[in-house]
């Protein structure tokens, strides 16, 4: 589902709140939270949908349909120490 900003989170999905941390091998690490904004695009005609649902009431070939999603992921410590 999207939020009345356009915006999805990962607690919206998951339907809980996700782990702080998860575990890779041996390592605990942080989970990063990303958001995404989808948006549904006719490509003949440029119109933007605002839902699956809408284009597929109006009877539009779904080959006639783009859908882009974006995601924005918070900056990342780059210069991290290593051992």
Do not use: F, R
Not at 56 to 83: E, F, H, R, S
């Amino acid at each position: 589902m999207l939020g009345k900003d356009g915006m999805m989170s990962s607690e919206k999905m998951n339907g809980a709140n996700p782990p702080q941390t998860v575990k890779v091998g041996d390592k605990e690490l942080p989970v990063i939270t990303a958001k995404s904004k989808t948006t549904i695009k006719n490509k003949k005609t440029g119109v933007i949908y605002k839902d699956e649902a809408e284009w597929k009431a109006l009877g539009i070939a779904p080959q006639d349909i783009q859908i882009d999603v974006k995601i924005q992921v918070p900056t990342l410590d780059l210069l991290a120490k290593t051992k």
